[in-house]
């Protein structure tokens, strides 16, 4: 038996490196896994068996278990909408209700080899030969953005300007939403702190300049303190396009010069701007809406795809039609 001291203090350790794995997980990913976790219990329940215990036992067999909360689950009886969900859905689902698993016994997907059961991949395999192929967003063409922006720049007021800006950001830099929107995710957003300007191989203080420095500015880079990959501290430079509207230097200059103009602190995100005084946020779904409505003022047929094709993360699936614009 451990003693009383040693197991306190094997607790607290615990409690800490379970708190840093929690800390490693997205907020939504870490309350999808719970909710998955709760059903799972629930399901039990109504089968009069213990969650853990099913797979704490070497000759208790709790595949076929999965196999029917999988099955329920796909059809719609068990998953959160009451509908019937793809494949992948019902994958993600048994994969965080076995890693919940795993914290105390095993994975019950695995075998002793350390392969996934046969009967679990089968049953992925098959449903995805009956699923329909994903319904992936679609890129945003040059002509769109640039019809976006010009639009932005007719209204002339903070909010369009600050989504505008932040949609050739997206573009050019290759942007996630959540590096360059305020998401609960892993990644953190850009901030004014986070760009270095150039004229030429002259750096210019950007947070102190003059707005004519600004706009003499030739080349740009922005530093990404965290991304979803968990590569830190990475660092991308741009220079400017022959394009007055679409120019990922320029797009930046008006950034700094909105927020630099209301006082704010470097640790300001790229994705913000005042008005009357109150810094808002720029979200994913006004992202998203901004590019919906400009595609709505196209035909769909000249187009490819209707504005419900698209969403802020088009913008990173379109960004590399930027390589045809021809840069300084």
Known sequence: MM?????????????????????????????AANNHWKRWVEFCGQLEMPPIALNSTDNFDVIPFLQVFAQRYRTGELAPSGWPVRARTVEDAICAISQTMATVAKDPRLTTTGKQDFCISCLWRSWKRIDSPPNHVKPIPLRVLRQLVQMAHDLNSPQAL??????????????????????????????????????????????????????????????????????????????RTDDTLLCPVGALGWRILHLCSQGAPPDTPLGAYYLNGTLTRVSPTMISSTLQATVATFNSNELGF??????????????????SLRWH
Do not use: W
């Not at 929107?181 to 270095?196: E, V, W």
């Not at 150039?198 to 950007?206: A, Q, S, T, Y």
């Open 162 to 239: 600050a989504f505008a800006d932040m949609i050739v950001l997206a573009f050019f830099f290759l942007l996630r939403p959540g590096e360059y929107t305020g998401t609960l995710s892993q990644t953190t957003p850009s901030c004014l702190r986070d760009i270095q300007l150039f004229v030429n191989p002259i750096r210019i203080d950007h947070l102190h300049t003059p707005q004519h420095s600004l706009a003499s500015a030739t080349f740009a880079t922005l530093e990404f303190t965290n991304q979803k990959n968990s590569v830190r501290g990475e660092v991308i430079g741009l220079g």
């Open 306 to 323: 209707t504005a419900r094709d698209v969403s802020a993360r088009s913008l990173r699936a379109g960004g590399g039609h930027g390589t």
């Open 3 to 31: 003693a009383p001291s040693k197991r306190t203090a094997f607790r607290r350790d615990l409690c800490l490196a379970s708190e840093a794995v929690q800390s490693s997980v997205a907020p939504s990913c870490a309350a």
